[in-house]
């Protein structure tokens, strides 16, 4: 009998850790035989943790697809910043789900018009690097230069709290 058919009624075997479970503890994948994933939801979290905690850096193929950018260039970005944030020089404060500090972000140019819609870009919208602050931060006053500046005149209205 192959792996990923099921050895009872309503159950799967995971190809990873060879225990057999119920088939809502595998990810639904119309494009796999059987229509789930061959690996069960714990496994494949527990094999992402690892892989980050050995490469703490963003997923190569997400790079490119959402940035034009390759794991070599952010890597030489993040040399030149020194490991830290761009714009406010701190190291990443941010963690992930598994305790892992998360990978600067790659920061773009929304108003760009190059022709990417949505969250994609290209090598010429990239800017610098960014920690979650930051980036969120630009993101909430959508590269307004205007808003940002009102933002400042604000804080310095107040200063003497």
Request: aromatic share 4%; with cysteine; charged share 25%.
């Amino acid at each position: 009998m192959a792996v990923h058919e099921p050895l009872t009624e309503g159950t799967w075997l995971c190809t990873r850790c060879g225990v057999e479970k119920h088939v809502t503890e595998f990810t639904p994948d119309r494009n796999n035989l059987g229509g789930r994933q061959h690996q069960c939801r714990q496994c494949k979290t527990d094999a992402q943790r690892l892989r980050r905690q050995g490469n703490p850096q963003p997923p190569a193929v997400a790079l490119k697809y959402l940035h034009g950018m390759s794991l070599e260039e952010y890597n030489q970005r993040l040399e030149v910043q020194n490991g830290v944030c761009d714009s406010c020089g701190n190291p990443e404060s941010q963690l992930l789900k598994d305790g892992s500090v998360r990978p600067l972000s790659v920061d773009h140019d929304h108003n760009r018009a190059c022709g990417h819609a949505g969250k994609r870009s290209c090598s010429q919208c990239n800017r610098g690097l960014l920690c979650a602050h930051c980036n969120h931060a630009l993101g909430y006053a959508r590269d307004d230069v205007k808003a940002l500046m009102q933002l400042v005149d604000y804080l310095h209205r107040y200063d003497s709290c």
